[in-house]
């Protein structure tokens, strides 16, 4: 068994979904400890950061994970609700930190790690739900909202238990939450 950097580059090469959410979590916390804060920045990533978490939960107390195809709620709009909350909030703590630097860290992850997780994720979907994934990717953007589509949009029933069970997702948005705290308190 390979250990050390070798091992760490080939994983990022070949298996880096194992370190996407470790990425993320790091950039947040990164961003957070060393912020360089100013008021106006703090107030324009706010919503952002709050969008994020909004649209993560929204999506979390939607998705059923492998049992039948999420076609509702925000996966009416996006196939990846998940990632669009997920770069909305990013980009929220970019811009908070007041870090030049950050805007491109986060730019490089969501290059190394969203593309090919993306592909994964919808081949996968195509393998379980066939002609049902068809017809609702055709119709339906891998990120960037449909808003304007010619179809019916289903709100259907959001679900905090799912939410919670499925991702453990209001904790992550406490989490987050508690991150964004913190960076503010970098104005002080």
Known sequence: MKFGFQKFLKDIRHR???YRQFTGISFVMLVSIVAQAGKTLVIIGLPLVLLGIAVRLW?????KKDKALAVDGPYAYVRHPLYVGNITLGIGFSIA?????STPLL???LLVFYPPAIQREDEKLHRIFKEDWEEWSRKTRALMPGFF???PVSLGSWSFKQSLMQNGEPIIALFL???FYFLSLSLY
């Open 16 to 18: 880096r979904e194992r």
């Open 59 to 63: 999506a979390s107390g939607h998705i």
């Open 97 to 101: 930190s007041g870090l030049w630097w």
């Open 107 to 109: 730019v490089l992850i």
């Open 149 to 151: 589509q010619e179809k």
């Open 177 to 179: 939450l508690f991150w």
